[in-house]
T-cell receptor, first 108, second 114 residues
Framework: TQLLEQSPQFLSIQEGENLTVYCNSSSVFSSLQWYRQEPGEGPVLLVTVVTGGEVKKLKRLTFQFGDARKDSSLHITAAQPGDTGLYLCAGAGNQFYFGTGTSLTVIP | ETGVTQTPRHLVMGMTNKKSLKCEQHLGHNAMYWYKQSAKKPLELMFV???????ENNSVPSRFSPECPNSSHLFLHLHTLQPEDSALYLCASSQSGETLETQYFGPGTRLLVL
């Protein structure tokens, strides 16, 4: 099993603040995906990163894949209440291995 | 709406009951998946079907029995479950089962075993 650890586990911030969540592993992955899961729904794919050092931006969200392809970060600028949800990372080995998730609450 | 539907959305069952979860995808995909999501644990892949053939079984107990009659439908038959099986069961589909593909998840069935 290839373990992916996400931190922090819980995060509660005010609207307008910036935040970063992390996804770390001792294993190398061929690609890494980030999902957001809202209460009562399944995870929805946000981005896939493939190349070590790759940075992708999705509006206020910036995703980075570590140079060694073992870790990734998600940075949100000026968080909004609509960003509230569970953020999951998933690394591709012979299957997808999901992290434990970061539960984000953005307070209006 | 992701194109993947699951029924029922909520299920309460006793340990001696038999029930089935249903998943249907309207995306024309050929691969379907069952995942288990428990509190404080990573999403766990249970089964993978590709073109109706089971290609992955992640050491799941035999009290969980999957069935894939065609590429659009996936079932998870449950019998003699344990309280620790209480969790959110998520179905997903993708085009052909490759790991770089996007998986589209259903909303899940919240299962409580008493």
């Amino acid at each position: 099993t290839q373990l992916l650890e996400q931190s922090p586990q819980f995060l509660s911030i005010q609207e307008g603040e910036n935040l970063t969540v992390y996804c770390n592993s001792s294993s190398v992955f061929s690609s890494l995906q980030w999902y957001r899961q809202e209460p009562g729904e399944g995870p929805v794919l946000l981005v896939t990163v493939v190349t070590g050092g790759e940075v992708k931006k999705l509006k206020r969200l910036t995703f980075q894949f570590g140079d060694a392809r073992k870790d990734s970060s998600l940075h949100i600028t000026a968080a909004q209440p609509g960003d509230t949800g569970l953020y999951l990372c998933a690394g591709a080995g012979n299957q997808f291995y999901f992290g434990t998730g970061t539960s984000l609450t953005v307070i209006p | 709406e992701t194109g993947v539907t699951q029924t029922p959305r909520h299920l309460v069952m006793g340990m001696t009951n038999k029930k089935s979860l249903k998943c249907e995808q309207h995306l024309g995909h050929n691969a379907m998946y069952w995942y288990k999501q428990s509190a404080k644990k990573p999403l766990e892949l249970m089964f993978v079907y590709n073109f109706k053939e089971q290609t992955e079984n992640n050491s799941v107990p035999s009290r969980f029995s999957p069935e894939c009659p065609n590429s659009s439908h996936l079932f998870l038959h449950l019998h003699t479950l344990q309280p620790e099986d209480s969790a959110l069961y998520l179905c997903a589909s993708s085009q052909s089962g490759e790991t770089l593909e996007t998986q589209y998840f259903g909303p899940g069935t919240r299962l409580l075993v008493l």
